[in-house]
């Protein structure tokens, strides 16, 4: 099964502050057709999970221009500019290059 | 507005059957493929299942294969995950969500399995 590593497991952040995740891969997430399909989803707390981005870098509906996701192949990331309150929870890096589909441990995003 | 409601969740004996529910609205459900989501207590997500739009393609992670299935009844958009031989690492909250990418979830249905 493909591993995705992400780090830190804690981020402690100030409001206003930048926040970035890093979720690297064991294997590359290039899909023979071409496509990386790297998402990213957040947990606030007591939710669902909720879809941030899909294929490395596309916004989902709805989700600030705060939140940027890039990267290739085996290794990727998120970057948080100006956190707000809103974003504090658990953020997930999902692939769904390989059979089985895999979710990182989680990087919490919480105050300082 | 898109809305997925899980159902048939509960306490359960090791080596029993459950089966749970996902009533769609707000979408077209036809034209989803549908995948299952759980988490564990205090633990990560792990993906479960998916089955495709029309139910022709269903794939599953391998620790359930052979105890779990996904289907789904178009005509009702009901998605289904029917979980036999439950085991003690069964025990999670499963979600049911649109695929791929997993862009609406529900709210998700807590199944314990334990004696």
């Known amino acids: 099964d493909v591993v995705l590593t992400q780090t830190p497991v804690a981020q402690p952040v100030t409001l206003g502050d930048q926040a970035s995740i890093s979720c690297r891969s064991s294997q590359s997430l290039v899909h023979s057709n071409g496509n990386t399909y790297l998402e990213w989803y957040l947990q606030k707390p007591g939710q669902s999970p909720q879809l941030l981005i899909y294929k490395v870098s596309n916004r989902f509906s709805g989700v600030p221009d705060r939140f940027i996701g890039s990267g290739s192949g085996s290794d990727f990331t998120l970057k948080i500019s100006r956190v707000e309150p809103e974003d504090l929870g658990v953020y997930y890096c999902f692939q769904a290059t390989h059979d089985p589909y895999t979710f990182g441990a989680g990087t919490k995003l919480e105050l300082k | 507005e898109v809305q997925l409601v899980e159902s048939g969740g509960g306490l359960v004996q090791p080596g029993r059957s459950m089966k749970l529910s996902c009533a769609a609205s707000?979408?077209?459900?036809?034209?989803?493929?549908m995948a299952w989501v759980r988490q564990a207590p205090k633990k990560g997500l792990e993906w479960v299942a998916y089955i495709s739009y029309d139910g022709g393609s269903t794939y599953y992670r391998d620790p359930v294969k052979g105890r779990f299935t996904i289907s789904r009844d178009n005509a009702k958009s009901t998605l289904y995950l029917q979980m036999d031989s439950l085991r003690s690492e069964d025990t999670a909250t499963y979600y049911c969500?649109?695929?791929?990418?997993?862009?609406?979830w529900g709210q998700g249905t807590l199944v314990t399995v334990s004696s």
């Open positions: 707000g979408f077209t459900f036809s034209n989803y493929g």
């Open positions: 969500t649109t695929d791929r990418p997993f862009a609406y």
